[in-house]
């Protein structure tokens, strides 16, 4: 069932834990991140767009909407990164639950002015916003080796949020987009801090990699959606590069190796970041 309101988001940082947003680019993406909702029983959030759309077009968005309507779990269909304000009203008309403005590339009131068009956008369709301020660094759909931007200011974050009339906050802490060779050092003072400053749930992008630890000392901080993209693309190629000399005429069977790896991936972090018990109707294998 399509998962609607940004009140899952509130009751998860009230319980200290957080929903994962999952980024898919494909059917058997979609497949995956839906079958590990359905057997943990936890609300995800299916990411489909906008990089994705350079792959998929507005098929994906389609499939997405209808795995998440047809689906006894409680997913909700998110456009990320999106700057585009035709492309968010276009989603928005499909029957996207959330939206993501990405204004982050702007100077400040600029990015205020382009998330407030885009919260308006979404509020009028029902759906929930969320904006981003501070610099991520790295490209979400192939990113290694970034190296941190501009972090978010936490004075500077409240007003946005005033400003804006956002549902969320994407903040850069020292988080980036893609795997790093060094570790990533999140900063946990200036996460509190805009926690403290702010009345919205935050949200954390490229947290793919983080330890447990990090992860959990950000939801201790206010952080209620957890971004997951590389773990999933690199377990869906790992598969499929294993598979290949053993089924390498059988396409279904490639595919459904990919299927299988990354719905693993989801299963464990959904669980991660809210713990439930399992569905006994669980496909895991």
């Given at each position: 069932?399509?998962?609607?309101g940004?009140?899952?988001?509130?009751?998860?940082?009230?319980?200290?834990?957080?929903?994962?947003?999952?980024?898919?680019?494909?059917?058997?993406?979609?497949?995956?991140?839906?079958?590990?909702?359905?057997?943990?029983?936890?609300?995800?959030?299916?990411?489909?767009?906008?990089?994705?759309?350079?792959?998929?077009g507005?098929?994906?968005?389609?499939?997405?909407?209808?795995?998440?309507?047809?689906?006894?779990?409680?997913?909700g269909?998110?456009?990320?990164?999106?700057?585009?304000?035709?492309?968010i009203?276009?989603?928005?008309?499909?029957?996207?639950?959330?939206?993501?403005?990405?204004?982050?590339?702007?100077?400040?009131?600029?990015?205020?002015?382009?998330?407030?068009?885009?919260?308006?956008?979404?509020?009028?369709?029902g759906?929930?916003?969320?904006?981003?301020?501070?610099?991520?660094?790295?490209?979400?759909?192939?990113?290694?080796?970034?190296?941190?931007?501009?972090?978010?200011?936490?004075?500077?974050?409240?007003r946005?949020?005033?400003?804006?009339?956002?549902?969320?906050?994407?903040?850069a802490?020292?988080?980036?987009?893609?795997?790093?060779?060094?570790?990533?050092?999140?900063?946990?003072?200036?996460?509190?801090?805009?926690?403290?400053?702010?009345?919205?749930?935050?949200?954390?992008?490229?947290?793919?990699?983080?330890?447990?630890?990090?992860?959990?000392?950000?939801?201790?901080?206010?952080?209620?959606?957890?971004?997951?993209?590389?773990?999933?693309?690199?377990?869906?190629?790992?598969?499929?590069?294993?598979?290949?000399?053993?089924?390498?005429?059988?396409?279904?069977g490639?595919?459904?190796?990919?299927?299988?790896?990354?719905?693993?991936?989801?299963?464990?972090?959904?669980?991660e970041?809210?713990?439930?018990?399992?569905?006994?109707?669980?496909?895991?294998?």
């Amino acid at each position: 069932m399509l998962l609607r309101g940004a009140g899952v988001l509130t009751e998860a940082a009230r319980g200290r834990t957080a929903v994962a947003g999952f980024t898919a680019y494909n059917l058997e993406t979609v497949q995956a991140i839906r079958a590990a909702a359905e057997a943990t029983g936890a609300p995800v959030i299916l990411q489909a767009g906008a990089s994705g759309f350079r792959h998929g077009g507005w098929a994906l968005a389609h499939l997405a909407l209808a795995a998440a309507a047809d689906s006894s779990a409680r997913i909700g269909v998110h456009l990320d990164h999106s700057r585009d304000l035709e492309e968010i009203r276009a989603c928005l008309d499909l029957g996207y639950t959330s939206v993501m403005v990405d204004g982050s590339h702007l100077p400040f009131r600029e990015n205020v002015e382009l998330t407030r068009e885009a919260a308006e956008l979404a509020h009028a369709a029902g759906a929930w916003v969320e904006g981003e301020l501070g610099a991520l660094a790295g490209d979400e759909d192939r990113s290694t080796d970034a190296r941190s931007g501009a972090f978010t200011d936490p004075r500077e974050a409240a007003r946005f949020v005033e400003e804006t009339g956002v549902d969320a906050l994407a903040v850069a802490v020292g988080n980036v987009h893609g795997f790093t060779s060094t570790p990533v050092r999140l900063d946990f003072d200036r996460l509190a801090e805009i926690h403290a400053s702010c009345p919205v749930p935050l949200v954390l992008h490229g947290a793919s990699g983080l330890p447990p630890a990090d992860r959990e000392a950000a939801l201790d901080r206010g952080v209620a959606k957890v971004n997951v993209n590389t773990e999933l693309r690199q377990a869906f190629l790992a598969a499929v590069e294993e598979a290949l000399p053993d089924d390498g005429h059988d396409l279904a069977g490639v595919l459904a190796a990919g299927r299988r790896a990354v719905e693993r991936v989801a299963h464990r972090t959904a669980l991660e970041l809210a713990p439930t018990s399992p569905a006994p109707s669980s496909s895991l294998k």
